[in-house]
């Protein structure tokens, strides 16, 4: 099942600012949940599909060793227009839903006494992320 959000003020949202202007604070370790945390260390959006991917990955390598906590959410919906459609007649159909991921949020947690077993985990996990993170240990 995908991450989508249940109820929305309003379906469709505008781009909005370049969100990598903002300033970058990847020195702060806040693990709020877990003893060992995934950070990110680039900006980018991460979709729905992704996070499931992530989620899915973490979750075979603990299995029942420990509980994995996800920090983000995808809230900003990104909208698209049919192929071969001319232009003009208003804006698109909701596509997709991503989550805009600045530099130094911490993105998922485990909370475990394996410590191996869950930076393995997160090895996984490193390799289907569309940015650069860090393995964070509280």
């Known amino acids: 099942m995908?991450?989508?959000?249940?109820?929305?003020?309003?379906k469709k949202q505008q781009k909005g600012k370049a969100f990598n202007?903002?300033?970058?604070?990847?020195?702060?370790?806040?693990?709020?949940?877990?003893?060992?945390?995934?950070?990110?260390?680039d900006f980018g959006r991460?979709?729905?599909?992704?996070?499931?991917?992530?989620r899915q990955s973490i979750n075979k390598i603990i299995k029942k060793s420990g509980s994995v906590f996800l920090n983000i959410f995808p809230n900003?919906?990104?909208?698209k227009k049919p192929v071969e459609i001319r232009m003009g007649k208003g804006k698109?159909?909701?596509?997709?839903?991503?989550?805009?991921?600045?530099?130094g949020c911490v993105i998922c947690e485990i909370a475990t006494q394996n410590?191996?077993?869950?930076?393995?985990?997160?090895k996984t996990a490193q390799f289907r992320f569309p940015l650069k993170t860090k393995i964070v240990y509280n």
């Not at 410590?115 to 997160?122: D, G």
Request: hydrophobic share 45%; glycine share 4%.
């Open 2 to 10: 995908l991450f989508v959000p249940k109820k929305f003020r309003f």
């Open 21 to 41: 202007r903002i300033y970058k604070n990847i020195n702060s370790n806040q693990l709020s949940c877990g003893s060992i945390g995934l950070k990110s260390l």
């Open 46 to 54: 991460i979709t729905s599909k992704q996070i499931e991917t992530i």
């Open 76 to 79: 900003t919906p990104i909208s």
């Open 92 to 103: 698109g159909a909701v596509d997709h839903w991503v989550f805009k991921i600045k530099p």
């Open 115 to 122: 410590m191996p077993l869950a930076i393995k985990a997160f």
